[in-house]
């Protein structure tokens, strides 16, 4: 008998998982209660790792027809110290509005059953748990995301400008278009009565960046956000979690997009294959601790006040490459 697997979430992760577990014979029934596609706070970053992702599910040439923003070059920018590198590989830019629509389509085409309402929470089958984030966190100090896409100048290079409390990074994306998207502490935010353009105007690196641009989209806020440690062990053997519910890894590293990707074939394939979720579970672990635990060790030293001083002795280059994730496992 063909398993049927179920999926809640029809974001990235959800719908890769889509994907995998279609090209592994099963059946898919997917849940999003959310109207899609949408813009949602994100960097809008695909590291290099997605090629080998995409090229297994048979979607790369999907996702180079939506022609992404090649992204060749990084800028480090923490305090006084400047740091610039050429990237080995391209990483690409791209909207989550056409990401998020390319790969629900694409599991909808290959014979995803797509259901637009809340999963019932019963089930006697595998289930993926690709909704999102979990978690919640004290007022106060709390994390906030935001974004907007700007028109102007693009260049191929991700800028990433860390302050006290948070950090802003600019990329191009598709359609000559370049995604600003930043976090900070609540209390930040507050000051200025989330008013972000006010906010960024108060960063001089961020401001002269953007006077050579025009905000093409409203700033969308979300928030708190919760960075994740490890992580987190699943507690159902017939519950695979994926994306941002399996963990929440920081987003300066730039592994987020790739790891809620990667992750999501892995359910999907270990799903429709009936493996156990411990042995689902070793694979992710295998593949994303080093990132996850590089990104715990260095929100510790910018909170501390010493991304500073440690920037001026680490290659940035190397700092990039310790946070990849490794898609070894598909």
Not at 193 to 200: E, G, N, P, Q, Y
Request: net charge positive; with cysteine.
């Amino acid at each position: 008998m063909i398993p049927a697997v179920q999926i809640v979430g029809g974001g990235p992760a959800g719908a890769s998982a889509a994907i995998s577990a279609l090209l592994h014979g099963a059946q898919v029934e997917l849940f999003e209660k959310s109207t899609f596609p949408r813009h949602k706070v994100c960097g809008e970053f695909l590291s290099p790792e997605v090629q080998p992702v995409f090229e297994k599910l048979d979607i790369w040439r999907h996702f180079l027809g939506k022609l992404p923003a090649p992204i060749r070059r990084m800028e480090l920018r923490i305090g006084s110290a400047v740091k610039q590198w050429s990237l080995p590989e391209p990483a690409y830019g791209l909207s989550r509005f056409s990401l998020d629509k390319m790969l629900l389509d694409l599991a909808a085409e290959r014979g995803a059953r797509i259901i637009k309402h809340s999963h019932k929470g019963s089930t006697t089958g595998p289930l993926i748990l690709a909704a999102g984030r979990q978690g919640s966190a004290p007022k106060g100090h709390r994390i906030f995301g935001f974004k907007a896409h700007f028109s102007g100048p693009v260049e191929d290079c991700v800028s990433l400008c860390f302050f006290s409390g948070g950090y802003i990074g600019i990329g191009p994306i598709e359609n000559n278009a370049t995604n600003v998207c930043g976090l900070a502490r609540e209390d930040t935010l507050t000051a200025v009565r989330f008013d972000i353009d006010s906010f960024v105007d108060n960063i001089p690196l961020v401001k002269d960046r953007l006077s050579r641009m025009t905000r093409t989209t409203r700033w969308l806020v979300t928030g708190p956000l919760i960075m994740s440690t490890s992580l987190r062990k699943p507690r159902h053997d017939l519950i695979y979690p994926a994306g941002d519910a399996l963990s929440f890894i920081d987003p300066f590293t730039g592994s987020g997009m790739a790891s809620a990707i990667l992750t999501g074939s892995l359910a999907g394939a270990a799903a429709a294959r009936g493996r156990s979720v411990e042995s689902y579970f070793s694979e992710c672990r295998k593949s994303l601790s080093q990132p996850f635990e590089l990104a715990h060790l260095f929100r510790r030293v910018l909170e501390r006040g010493w991304a500073d001083r440690v920037a001026r002795f680490i290659p940035a280059s190397v700092l990039f490459r310790m946070t990849r994730i490794h898609p070894f496992a598909i």
